[in-house]
């Protein structure tokens, strides 16, 4: 028990260091989850979405404005000392991919 409570201490002060130095946080369990490959991974995302003819530049305003609200919209994913963490985008990198934050497709049509 004595060594659970050991790890759990080093754990947490390595993971607040590597906040603290350079601005990285660690994955949650379910996060991390995501990430694996194999046929056994019983996660899935399935979104299905049926919406009303919108402005785009309008919904595409909002989603970025939201975008600076919602934690880990503006992370990426990147590996250091074999863990995955999120890190805050650059505001260069974020500008980079703010175009491509929400892409607008012309002419799907729902098959029915």
């Known amino acids: 028990m004595l060594g659970f409570f050991a790890y759990m201490i080093v754990s947490h002060a390595f993971y607040k260091f590597m906040h603290i130095a350079f601005g990285m946080e660690v ?16 996660n899935f995302v399935v979104t299905a979405m049926i919406t009303e003819k919108f402005k785009y530049e309008e919904m595409k305003k909002f989603y ?4 600076r609200i ?11 000392l074999g ?30």
């Open 27 to 42: 994955l949650g369990l379910q996060d991390a989850s995501f990430l694996h490959e194999n046929k056994d991974n019983l």
């Open 64 to 67: 970025l404005e939201r975008s």
């Open 70 to 80: 919602v934690d880990k919209a503006q992370h990426k994913l990147v590996q250091a």
């Open 83 to 112: 863990l995955f963490w999120y890190k805050k985008m650059s505001d260069d990198e974020w500008k980079a991919y703010e175009g491509t934050f929400l892409t607008h497709v012309e002419g799907k049509k729902n098959k029915k």
